[in-house]
């Protein structure tokens, strides 16, 4: 069994991301839920994710008999602190994103609606030692009100994404858990490959899993 946790508050968002993550993990793998119980139910700022660092590290004990952990939100909230806490392996979504777009890209970017959580990313992706990280594009206006307009959503992903290759860009992350669907269907239409870290994050949990890794 994996135990998604959903940093935020929003149970829309996470039934919107079991929905992707039952998909991927497949029938014979069983995916259960948990949802912030404190914090903002959408993160955009580093004081909402440090807020949800600490209502993952709350959920530690409601894991149960969990074989895996995914921390479902872009900025991996909580995920050393959990780490510490569990036997299992726990799996950040930002962790396995630009782990699959490093294997894809020599240049990969974060696409996201977030602006005030770019130097996290970018300090993300130091930590987990990625150099072909070229950087975060993001999307204008208030994210709360656009992650609330599917079609303005896409499109505007979907433009910022097209900067990002105008700057180099090799591979495109879609960096946040409540946007897993838009970066369903921007996949197919994408100049490069783009990484949905949700799904990449069942692949790791899965392989991790696996290959008996606690981390």
Known sequence: MIVLINP????T?????????????????RVDGLTAAFGAPLITDPFAL?????AVAALAPRVGRAEAVIVAAFGDPGLMDLRGRLSVPVTGIAE???????????????????PDLSDHIAKAARSYGHEAFLGTWTTPGDPAVLTHDAVALQTALAE????????????????G???????????ASSPVPLIEPLPAAVRLSLARCTKGDSR
């Open 8 to 11: 935020n508050t929003s149970e």
């Open 50 to 54: 440090a807020r949800a660092a600490d």
């Open 160 to 175: 910022a994404c097209d900067r990002a290759v105008e700057a180099g860009a090799e591979a495109i992350i879609i960096g």
């Open 96 to 114: 396995a994103g630009m782990a699959e777009a490093a294997q894809v890209g020599a240049q990969f970017a974060v696409v996201t609606t977030t």
């Open 177 to 187: 858990g409540p946007l897993a669907e838009a970066a369903q269907s921007l996949a």
């Open 13 to 29: 968002t996470t039934e919107a991301m079991l929905r992707i993550a039952r998909q991927v993990a497949g029938p014979a793998v």
